[in-house]
Structure formats: structure tokens, C-alpha cells
T-cell receptor
């Protein structure tokens, strides 16, 4: 059973701090990795994609990928109360010819003013 | 562009009733998906359609049927609703692996 694991949280950080969210995955053949943000009562929204080892930065967000350790993380710099949400990690399924993703259960982030 | 749209936004059914959830996308994506999301269970794939004319079962297909009407539209049907199908249903579409979600349908089965 291919899996994606995340700490459920809640992760609580003060406003202005760096929030670090982590995800591990079991399928060594996975090549595409995604972070989604989901506000309470809303649908998941794609915020970062990463495909190569290393860091990818987009504004206050940095995604980090280490395929050897099967680990992907999301850093949020200068955290704001508006960043309070559940963050979902998703990894492509390497089984068969399809576009399916394997989803983690999400990490709840609370940014305190 | 509206992206992915879903109707209805909310629905209450009685056990045994049937209904169809509608989904449409205007991004010209080939692949479309139906998920359900329950507290503590995360997103679970019900059915997906890799391209127009094809559909395949996902992780939790029992009690559901789907129709890929054309490239834009992918509907989910509950033939005889059960309380266990109370959930939030999301439709998504993709061209490659990045999936884009509709706003969801909150379904309650009494």
C-alpha cells in the first residue's frame, strides 16, 4: 500500500515565525510532489509543485524535496494568521498509466497573532 | 474562466433516495476525478476518468456510479443513498498531475 504520511498537528506558530510542514512517502518511483492548502469549509488549493531534488521558492513558500530520504517539506516564512489552514501533501501514483495522486491526511497549521 | 464548477453546493437526502452530482471544467483537461472527504479520513478517490470515454474505480467506489458525458463534464450518481455517504464531495480535473478542485458539495443523508 503506497502511503503519504504527515503529522496531523495542530502545528502552532506565532505570527512572523517560520512554519515547517513535513511529509514522507513510500513509493520510490514517485516523481511529482505537491502541497495544497485547504481552508476550513473550502476545497484544496494548489500552492506548490516540486519535481527535482532541492529547494523551490515561491514568495513566502519554499518546498524542499529529498528523493533519497523520500521526504518533502514546505516552509512558510513570515507566517501570517491568513496562513492558518490544513496543508495537504500529495504525491503521484507510479502505478499504471494514470494521473492519480496519493494524499496525506494533512497538517493543521495555526498562526497566532 | 470558471475553472471547475460543481452543483449543487448543499444537498440533504433521505436514505434510499437517488441523486446526481454534476461537475464541469473549462480548462480543457483530459482527466477528471471524484473524491469524498470525511473528518480524519482525508481525500479518498471514488472514481476517475483518465480521458473522455473512460472511467475507472478508485479507492471507495461502492454505492456510486459515474458518467463522463464529454470532455468537460463528469457526473457522480448515488443510486440509493445511505447515511455512510454523508460527506463532502469534491470534483477535480488535471492535464498532468496537478489537480484543480471544484468548490465541493456537502451531502447529508438522513
Amino acid at each position: 500500500q503506497k502511503e503519504v504520511e504527515q503529522n496531523s498537528g495542530p502545528l502552532s506558530v506565532p505570527e512572523g515565525a517560520i512554519a515547517s510542514l513535513n511529509c514522507t512517502y513510500s513509493d520510490r518511483g514517485s516523481q511529482s510532489f505537491f502541497w495544497y492548502r485547504q481552508y476550513s469549509g473550502k476545497s484544496p488549493e494548489l500552492i506548490m509543485s516540486i519535481y527535482s531534488n532541492g529547494d523551490k521558492e515561491d514568495g513566502r513558500f519554499t518546498a524542499q524535496l529529498n528523493k533519497a530520504s523520500q521526504y518533502v517539506s514546505l516552509l512558510i516564512r513570515d507566517s501570517q494568521p491568513s496562513d492558518s489552514a490544513t496543508y495537504l501533501c500529495a504525491v503521484n501514483s507510479n502505478a499504471g498509466n494514470n494521473r492519480k495522486l496519493i494524499w496525506g491526511l494533512g497538517t493543521s497549521l495555526a498562526v497566532n497573532p | 474562466n470558471a475553472g471547475v464548477t460543481q452543483t449543487p453546493k448543499f444537498q440533504v437526502l433521505k436514505t434510499g433516495q437517488s441523486m446526481t452530482l454534476q461537475c464541469a471544467q473549462d480548462m480543457n483537461h483530459n482527466s477528471m476525478y471524484w473524491y469524498r472527504q470525511d473528518p480524519g479520513m482525508g481525500l479518498r478517490l471514488i472514481y476517475y476518468s483518465a480521458s473522455e470515454g473512460t472511467t475507472d474505480k478508485g479507492e471507495v467506489p461502492n454505492g456510486y456510479n459515474v458518467s463522463r458525458l464529454n470532455k468537460r463534464e463528469f457526473s457522480l450518481r448515488l443510486e440509493s443513498a445511505a447515511p455512510s455517504q454523508t460527506s463532502v464531495y469534491f470534483c477535480a480535473s488535471s492535464e498532468f498531475y496537478e489537480q484543480f478542485f471544484g468548490p465541493g458539495t456537502r451531502l447529508t443523508v438522513l
